[in-house]
């Protein structure tokens, strides 16, 4: 899907957003090069050091 998108609709930037098991999810897709930027919602448990392997600019919308 994002090849398609980056060729046919020549966008130069992408980013994720997950919730819950799919903030797990975004967090996973923010550590390659595949997207720009990721927002990541209530994700599912994780830890400092697997947060300081993201690399794309990332938004942290959680409770507390």
């Given at each position: 899907?994002?090849?398609?998108?980056?060729?046919?609709?020549?966008?130069?930037?992408?980013g994720?957003?997950?919730?819950?098991?799919?903030?797990?999810?975004?967090?996973?897709?923010?550590?390659?090069?595949?997207?720009?930027?990721?927002?990541?919602?209530?994700?599912?448990?994780?830890?400092?050091?697997?947060?300081?392997?993201?690399?794309?600019?990332?938004?942290?919308?959680?409770?507390?």
């Open positions: 899907f994002i090849k398609t998108i980056r060729e046919e609709k020549n966008y130069q930037k992408i994720c957003v997950g919730y819950c098991f799919g903030g797990s999810v975004a967090a996973n897709i923010g550590t390659t090069d595949i997207v720009q930027s990721v927002a990541i919602f209530h994700p599912s448990p994780f830890t400092v050091d697997f947060a300081k392997t993201i690399k794309a600019a990332a938004f942290w919308g959680s409770a507390e």
